[in-house]
């Protein structure tokens, strides 16, 4: 007992020598003023007499340069005794501070990115938002930073709340007193990986096989309850799940979705990946016609987790928040991703090959607008300056390339193995820690499938030629072809619209009226309710339409229903006539070969699922 008093005299003595090694970051939701908020951090210790504070220029996943620092104002560092000490703004996101060995505390307030006055808007989903008593959104990044040669320290967020606020997130190391939660995070990486939002709470847990999965809903005109959105996800979860062989590859996952109003500040809506959560950034709209766009982006963001978050080059596993550097490899990173959450719909039969052909389809025709002579590393390479407008083409020609690879490891496997398979492969090879050289992956690879992908890779990724959709297709008796002309049946010449307040289609011009269109008598402003007594909804009104467009025949009777306003009334007609069909180009043309080997059929089946 008595050695107790010496050896806690000694703790105290050592503590006030050496201080803390973990930063100690606060800040209030309370103590918000001009959407700025105060951060302050009890430093870790420093030995050096000058150190830079950095605050990201980028963050993993955006592959966009945001500056951070720019966000951050009144930047002050303090001794033991409250006394200013030097500091020096070396740019945008760097602070050299002098007398760095006698500093305690750090100050400063920042502006959230959302609503900022900046040329380029922070993309929402990787950027902050500060509305008092509404809303406050930690992408960790935009608030807190590091020192030189200090990301592995541990990280300690005391953040008080109002009493009606909830943090939703992925992180599991919490303790709650009062009105503070307490975040203990392992490192600067992991608190960049771990966003976390504030509001009055919408949320619904439930598990998938082992995996805890809590969605966070914020809505401020509350049009669509995480109740309604969670089993949406749910939906798509179970598809993967059993995608990836039974179980997903984490315990716990948050999906942290906010519903913006009106429209998007930045332009673009969508979401960011994480290891444990991702956050979602849509438009406030009924949840009938959010649900296919959600299910799309929660299927694209959890496949994260197979890669970059377990396999990644060096450039992205030592990632440089200052200088980064980026890697070939963004077909994989975002290009495969957004394959499998298409082709996991299909392969579980949530969606009908054709539908998942018309995904393709898309896909092909969108890519037309980018360069598809600039070989995609090198578009990889020069996302963040060079080639940065090519960038969003990993959505397009980037699956493309999934979609090729795809088939070609099951032919090559004999069926045996595809895509996601070797994606397995990889990630027990490298794994969330171990990052694979740039120049390597390619050859690892063919090594691990067949030295075919290898040609593949040169030619098609590395190379500049034009991905070879009807040589691939044609090995899973799969038709492809350009420019088609076929035959269809259309609403006369007339264009349709969609009437937002009303949420129907209707005609928004009839100059160029074809005979049937004339014998329909089809006016402007027709709102169409029915089409061959089929009612349309929101649900249902994409199937319904292509259902008569393409399996109209020449000569049949055609009835369409449509509200019209005569004078002051607004009354409905049947519009009647016997269909004409009319001549199309289609730019691709991609369906099932009727006269296809028994082969390909077999093929085909290991592809498709079904
Ligand atoms: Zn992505």
Redesign the pocket.
Known sequence: MKFLIPIALFSIFISSVFGQDKYSFYMDLNKISNDLIEITLETPSIKESKIIYNMPKIVP?TYQIYDFGQYVMDFQAFDANGKSLYVNRLDDNRWEIHDADRMKKIAYWVEDTWDADVDELVFEPGGTNIEEKENVVLNNHGFFGYFDNMKNLIYELNITRPTDFFGSTGLTNITTTGNTDKFTIDNYMDLVDSPIMYNQPDTVTFKIAETSILVSVYSKNKVAPAEVLAKDIKGILEAQKEYLGGKLPVDKYAFIIYLYEGVSGSGGSGAL?HSYSSFYYLPEMDPTRLSGFLVDVAA??FF?IVTPLNIHSEEIGNFDYINPKMSKHLWL??GV??YFANHVQVYQNMITPEAYFDVLMDKMATAESFKDDLPFTKMSLGALDAHQDQYMNVYNKGALIGLCLDVLIREQTSGKKGLKDLMLMLSEEYGKEVSFKDDELFDKIAQLISPELRAFFANYVEGSKPLPFEEVLAKVGVDFKTDVTIKEVGFGGATIGFNMETQRLFVMDVADLNKFGKKLKIKINDEILAINGKELTLDNLEDVIIDYQTNTEDGEKVEILVERKVKDKIIPVLLKAKAIQTEATQDYYIAINPNATQQQVQLRKTWLGQ
């Open positions: 996943g990946e694209h963001e994260h990173y975002e991703t957004e």
